[in-house]
C-alpha cells in the first residue's frame, strides 16, 4: 500500500492523547515547539474519556490497597489527605473543570450527586478527581489547541521508520490510508508503547499468567441515590458482597462477580461500575482476546444492572446507561529504558536523583486476583514514589521519549506509576524535556536534568 506524505515537518510528534500525552503536548507547545497531537479516538483523554472512567486518581498521598480495605470494610473516602503529589497542568485542568461546575474533589470541594448525598462519598476514593465526561472532551481539547498543537484523530500508529538511533517518522493508519508524518523527536504515550515497538527499540511485556486484569467500565442510571446514601450511612458495606452473592446463587448460570467498586458521577442516579477486577488471562495487545473481553463484559454489565442492583436499596429501577467504547488496560508492553523505577525503590524510598513527578497512589495491581505486596504486609517507605526521568528514555533511540504507563517501571512498581494524575506529571516532563532537547540540539538522554528539574518546579510541577 502507498503511504502519502504530510506536507508538515514537526519540531515534535506526540503519539496518544490520553492524560500523559495531553500534557506532554501542551507543555512543548507552550515552550514554542511545532507540535502535532496523534490519538486514535475522536477525542482525548485516553482511559478516563474512551475507556468511560471519569476520574483521576493519584492527586493526592494517602491511599491504600483495595484488598486491605475490602478485608477491613473501610471506604477509601475515610482516607485522609496528607499532601498533593501532583500539580502543574494536572492542577490547571482540574481547576478549568472545577470553573464550569463539571469537576469535583479531590481536595474537598463537593458537587453533582454528592453534593445533595454526601454519604455518596464513602463510595469514592479519597484522591479522586470526578468529572462530566463530554466537558471533560472539551476542556482537553480547548487546552491543547490553546498551546498551539496541531491536532490529528482518527489515526492510529501502525509503524516506524528509524536510521542511526533516531525516529525519522511514525506511520498513522485512517480511512485515508496510510501517512507519514516526520518530526525531530517524538514522545510515545501510547500506553502500549507502540512506537517505541516499531522503531526496532527493545520493550518487555509481562507473561500473560502474570498481569493485571483489564477492565470493560459500565455506568448505570436510575438509581435513587438517597436510598443508597441511607443504606451506607447505616453501615451498609461498600462493596456490596452480600447483594453480590445473593445475586450469584439466584443465578449461577450468570457471570457475576463476588464484589463490586461503584462510583458516584455528576449526573444525578448515575454510578461507574467497575466489575471486572476478576477478569484476568486476557491479552491486551491481542484484538481477539479484547473482542472476547469486551463481550463478556457488556453482558455482565446487564447482568450486574438487573441481578445485583436490585439487591441494592436505591437500585430496583437501575439500568445500564453505557459501556465504554475501549477496554481499560492496566498493563501491556513497556519500553526498556536507561534506567527502570523498580519495587526496590519503592520499599525502600531510597531518593531519586532524577525525579520528575511523584506517584502517590499505592500498588495496586493484582495478579490472579492477589496483591502481593499486600499478601507479605509490604508497604512503600514513602507516601509517594519519585519516577525518574531515566525510566522515560528508551535504549538505543536519541529523539523518543516515552510518557504514561508504558515508561519502564517494574513488577508492583508499575502500579503507582500508571496512575492518570501521574501520568499527567510525567507528560509534562516529557513535553518540557522535548523543548530542551530542542533548544539544545542534543540526544534526550543528554538533556541537562537540573535545568529540567528547574522548568518543572517554575510551572507547578511537584517532583520531592
Known sequence: ????????????????????????AIAAGREGLRVLLLERAGYLGGVSTACALPFWLGGFTGSRPYREMLREGTPYECLPRPRRAVGGIFRELCDALRDIGAGTGADPFVMGQAAEHPGLQRLGCHDEFTF???????????????????????????????????????????????TRFRADAFIDCTGDADVAHFAGAPTIASPLGD?????????????????????????????????CARAREEHPEMDLPETMLIFPMVQ???????????????EALDPADMTKLSVRERARAEHIARCVFRHIPGGEHCRV????????????????S??????????????????????????????????????????????AAQIPYSCMVPQG????????????????ALGPARIMATCFAVGQAAGTAA????????????VSYPVLRRHLLEHGAILD
Open 211 to 243: 498481569v493485571s486484569a483489564v477492565s470493560l467500565i459500565a455506568h448505570v442510571e436510575n438509581v435513587d441515590a438517597g436510598a443508597l446514601e441511607a443504606y451506607l450511612n447505616a453501615g451498609g458495606d461498600p462493596y456490596f458482597r452480600a447483594a
Open 268 to 282: 444525578p442516579g448515575v454510578f461507574m461500575i467497575n466489575g471486572g477486577l476478576d477478569l484476568t488471562g486476557y
Open 435 to 446: 523543548a530542551l532537547r530542542h533548544a539544545e540540539g542534543c540526544a534526550f538522554s543528554e
Open 132 to 178: 462530566d465526561l463530554e466537558a471533560g472532551k472539551r476542556v482537553l481539547e480547548e487546552r491543547v489547541l490553546d498551546a498551539g498543537v496541531e491536532l490529528c484523530c482518527y489515526t492510529t500508529i501502525c509503524g516506524a521508520e528509524t536510521n542511526d538511533r533516531r525516529v525519522r517518522s511514525v506511520i498513522g493508519a485512517s480511512k485515508r490510508g496510510l
Open 1 to 24: 500500500m502507498t503511504i502519502q506524505d504530510c506536507a508538515r515537518h514537526y519540531d515534535c510528534i506526540v503519539c496518544g492523547g490520553g492524560p500523559s500525552g495531553v500534557a506532554a
Open 338 to 383: 536507561l534506567g527502570a523505577l523498580t519495587e526496590e525503590d519503592l520499599l525502600t524510598g531510597r531518593p531519586i536523583p532524577d525525579s520528575v513527578a511523584l506517584a502517590a497512589r499505592h500498588f495496586d495491581l493484582d495478579r490472579g486476583r492477589r496483591q502481593p505486596f499486600h499478601e507479605k504486609q509490604l508497604r512503600m517507605k514513602r507516601d
Open 397 to 412: 533511540m536519541d529523539n523518543l521519549l516515552a510518557a504514561g504507563r508504558c515508561i519502564q517501571a517494574d513488577g508492583q
Open 321 to 336: 446507561r453505557l459501556t465504554a467504547p475501549w477496554p481499560g488496560v492496566r498493563e501491556s508492553r513497556r519500553i526498556v
